[in-house]
């Protein structure tokens, strides 16, 4: 299913769908090596997943966000987001593929769905306007933020403990796949089922979606919107709020 598109003219408040954040928390950060989940660590006085909401909540177009948790987590509740009237959770799964599935079944199929890290705090407004931008248009399946790749990448041989060089891989069309990412909710979750059930492997929504025959867009986004997924990205992301205004 497909939502209708609009082809006439650029984004405004009376042709752009409603949209709905789902942001996948269900994770308990192993690689972080902290005592809480890394979604709880803090950013100044807030944690990250209080930065991640807070960013998403500013933005005029999303008017609903859906926070999916661990089912043994107590420490949502005790937020004072959580009590925000655009904001409601509902429980995970094993693999952050169920979570989003979650997520997407706890909201209407007539919307369009971002789709947000919980651990990637420093997403900006206009990262998030470019992704609506083209979202009337006739033949828009759906969009993700990126970045393109602009180190050598090398594909590793693993024979021994110790990996070693196969070869080194062509960048030149090589994107590192950020989030959000854009599509119609009725899609994404048809592609997620049908992809589960023929047990392909799913490593974000856009490789459902792809999976699926669509053509996915691929929208430059700021390289400041880091994952934080081990302890020294912390600090850069403290770094990047700072620039940013949102951490004194």
């Known amino acids: 299913m497909q939502i209708k598109h609009d082809s006439d003219g650029p984004l405004n408040s009376s042709t752009l769908p409603a949209i709905t954040a ?58 004072p987001l959580a009590q925000h009237p655009q ?12 979570s989003v599935l979650q997520g997407l079944y706890a909201m209407p199929d007539n919307h369009w769905v971002l789709v947000h890290d919980a651990a990637r705090p420093c997403i900006q407004q206009h990262d998030i306007d470019a992704l609506l931008s083209n979202i009337n248009d006739v033949d828009f399946a759906g969009a993700i933020l990126a970045t393109p790749v602009i180190d050598t990448m090398k594909r590793a041989r693993q024979e021994h403990q110790t990996p070693s060089i196969e070869h080194t ?17 009725a899609d994404l979750t048809d ?5 589960q059930a023929q047990q392909h492997l799913i490593t974000d929504e856009a490789s459902a979606m792809e999976y699926a025959g669509y053509h996915i867009s691929l929208v430059s ?11 020294e990205d912390l600090a850069l992301a403290h770094f990047f709020l700072t620039q940013q205004g949102r951490i004194t």
């Open 22 to 79: 789902i942001v996948p928390a269900a994770g308990i950060g192993s690689r972080m090596a902290a005592k809480v989940a890394k979604q709880y660590l803090l950013l100044g006085e807030q944690t990250v997943l209080e930065h991640t909401l807070s960013a998403l909540l500013a933005h005029p177009r999303i008017n609903r966000i859906v926070v999916v948790l661990h089912p043994e987590d107590d420490t949502f509740a005790q937020l």
């Open 87 to 98: 904001i409601s959770t509902v429980i995970g799964g094993a693999e952050r593929v169920d």
């Open 169 to 185: 891989v062509d960048r030149e069309s090589l994107w590192h796949a950020l989030t959000p990412q854009l599509f119609a909710s």
């Open 191 to 195: 592609a997620i089922v049908n992809a």
């Open 221 to 231: 986004g700021d390289p400041s919107n880091i994952k934080i997924t081990r302890p």
